[in-house]
């Protein structure tokens, strides 16, 4: 949904780099999923955050992984000391005001995809 | 925990042809379900949803029916065309806890002229 906005569209970064994924989601929503696309894998669960406050981190990895969603600017992801299986697709979705239990819609931006060399 | 369990392809049908991806369910509970739709280098847009048993989700040719009694919502469409080549999945909603959607690994539907 041309709503949400992801940036990069695509990164590049060599093992031991850090790579950081933005998202803004639509505009008036506060809140973000972000979801993981491994190849073979499908879509997987990684964090759910309200502005200043996570919601649900349990499919995030222990280590290196973090996300935050400050009161100004876009939500991000951050990958420190990347590796090979990181590369992925990297994807952010934005609910309608009131959350999914009503139409279960989220809004999904294009995607960050992530290769790590 | 929730999951859904689909059909894995890939899948290469020509136009015209009739459309099945099979997907069943495990969830406590009763979640709504749904079918998301991913075409080539973009993200997901909801496809269609069915919020209770027996319900029938529909939109631009496909259909999918929630059958409580097998946890299924197999997805059909009975003429596909090129334009229906992407990537698709079967997705619950996972209300426990925080709202969250649960998908299928999906699967790529080629369809060629």
């Known amino acids: 949904n041309a709503g949400v906005m992801q940036n990069p569209r695509h990164l590049v970064r060599r093992r031991g780099q850090e790579a950081r994924l933005r998202c803004s989601p639509m505009?008036?929503?506060?809140?973000v999923y972000w979801y993981r696309q491994l190849p073979e894998e499908g879509l997987k669960f990684m964090v759910y955050l309200q502005k200043e406050n996570i919601i649900d981190e349990s499919g995030m990895p222990k280590e290196r992984f973090s996300a935050e969603f400050p009161k100004e600017g876009p939500s991000i992801l951050r990958i420190q000391q990347v590796v090979r299986g990181d590369s992925a697709a990297y994807f952010c979705?934005?609910?309608?005001?009131?959350?999914?239990?009503?139409?279960?819609?989220?809004?999904f931006g294009e995607g960050s995809r992530l290769t790590v060399l | 925990g929730d999951s859904v369990t689909q059909m894995e392809g890939p899948v290469t049908l020509s136009e015209e042809a009739f459309l099945t991806i099979n997907c069943t369910y495990t969830?406590?509970?009763?979640?709504?379900l749904f079918w998301y739709v991913q075409y080539p280098g973009e993200g997901l847009q909801l496809l269609l949803k069915?919020?209770?048993?027996?319900d029938k989700g529909s939109n631009k040719g496909f259909e999918a029916t929630y059958r409580k009694e097998t946890t299924s919502f197999h997805l059909e469409k009975g003429s596909v065309q090129v334009s229906d080549s992407a990537v698709y999945f079967c997705a619950l909603s996972d209300l426990g806890g925080s709202e969250k959607l649960v998908f299928g690994k999906g699967m790529k539907l080629t369809v060629n002229p």
């Open positions: 069915a919020t209770k048993a027996d």
């Open positions: 979705a934005s609910p309608p005001p009131g959350g999914i239990a009503n139409t279960g819609e989220l809004f």
């Open positions: 505009k008036g929503h506060s809140h």
């Open positions: 969830a406590t509970g009763y979640p709504s």
